[in-house]
């Protein structure tokens, strides 16, 4: 019976991360940020951490919007809170797309301490997020010279 009561105690490690349409406000994420951190509270989970990861090109447009804000949630709770967190994105506006991911089974929630959100810095580069375009992918642009030739 202690067993049942401790296991209960337990819960899994989630993370999600959504867009948002690229003209929003920070006052209206902020919006958006709440009610998610509400629905999470709501429903018996624990809401550790946003991140936001800025304004971002997107490799393909996205609800006909070539950039998107990135944010990441980190939370604990259990699957049947994961779906009424989707259930919801699907209903705002201001959500194009999310993706959500178990990281961990049975973890204590003492363990996990709510942090402060974060802010990255919202440099809208002109690079695909997490495109081919970044820096040493394929190894040809750092054996060549100024002129274009071969160093090798």
Do not use: C
């Not at 019976?1 to 993370?15: D, F, P």
């Not at 951490?49 to 997107?58: A, D, E, H, N, Y």
């Not at 810095?121 to 190894?139: H, L």
């Amino acid at each position: 019976m202690a067993e049942a009561v401790k296991s209960a105690a337990k819960l899994r490690e989630y993370e999600t991360v959504f867009l948002v349409k690229p003209d929003l406000t920070d006052e209206n994420v902020d919006k958006v940020k709440d009610k998610l951190r509400g629905i999470i509270n709501r429903d018996g989970g624990k809401f550790l951490r946003f991140t936001i990861w800025g304004k971002k090109k997107t490799m393909y447009p996205v609800a006909k919007q070539p950039r998107a804000i990135y944010i990441h949630a980190h939370y604990l709770g259990g699957s049947a809170m994961v779906a009424e967190v989707e259930r919801n994105m699907r209903n705002f506006d201001e959500v194009t797309r999310f993706m959500s991911k178990r990281l961990a089974d049975d973890v204590n929630p003492e363990s996990h301490q709510p942090q402060e959100d974060l802010k990255l810095a919202g440099e809208d580069d002109n690079k695909p997020f997490g495109g081919a375009e970044r820096e040493g992918f394929g190894g040809f642009d750092n054996d060549m010279d100024d002129e274009g030739g071969y160093n090798g």
